[in-house]
């Protein structure tokens, strides 16, 4: 089996960052990607990232050594359940999802624990697409690792040194805690940025005074809602039960805040 070859099904900002670090830090490693923007495809071929565009999940995707799942989350299983027939014993597959229950449910369901390692690299951009990846997100940004438990520990290290060489830290944690983690962090800001966008368009006035003076301070904690919303529609419904959690918190957080307000609480406040 040749250990060169890395397959990549998907190839958007993520993807495509991750393809790009590793092309830059072992430009000897045999790169074949397949996304349904074959625009992209032709971009990071003639570039020199990917060194085959497959025309699907096909047999293109032989004999590689690791495959990163690079889609939204239900995309990702439904690529993982292609890719199976093209599997060798020695494959590894990994994703780079910021939810982990869901696809660790499917590999478990398609028997393929022991050839699979989560990840998230904690890194990106609120713009989408390939035309928009950078393999300098990767650079000290932690990784976050998820391997099964029936993983061989040789594996876990080969993929460590994998993401190292990319300039990415990586971290190994339980996926029940990664998604915990990711739903205080990163889903919950999502969803406040993107309800606080919402707020201000339905409260503004005709004429649009509101978004014509919306200045830095609006713009820095609102950026993030201009990401992809079908990656964030996904994200959503795969991690919302922690998300809820942590929304019900936020909630009496700033109940607590409506109250000092009213009474004029100024130490509070």
Known sequence: MDHEKIGFAGLGLIGGSVAKAIHRSAPEKYIVAYDPDLGSLKRAFEEGTVQKCAEGINSDFSDCHYIFLCAPVQTNIDNMKLLKPYLSPETILTDVGSVKAPIFNAVLNEGLEGCFIGGHPMTGSEKTGY????????????????????????????????????????????????????????????????????????????????????????????????????????ICLANNKEISGFLDSYINELEKVRTALDSSDSENL
């Open 131 to 234: 035309e928009n990846s950078d393999a300098s997100f990767l650079e000290n940004a932690y990784y976050i690792m998820t391997p099964g438990s029936s993983v061989p520990e040789s594996e876990t290290e080969l993929f460590h040194g994998l993401i190292r060489e990319t300039g990415a830290i990586p971290l190994v944690m339980r996926p029940d805690e990664h998604d915990r983690i990711t739903a205080a962090i990163s889903h919950l800001p999502h969803i406040i940025s993107a309800t606080l966008v919402d707020l201000v368009r339905s409260s503004d006035s005709g004429d649009g005074r509101m978004k014509q003076i919306a200045a830095g301070g609006f713009k820095d904690i609102t950026r993030i809602s201009s990401s992809s919303p079908v990656m964030w529609q996904q």
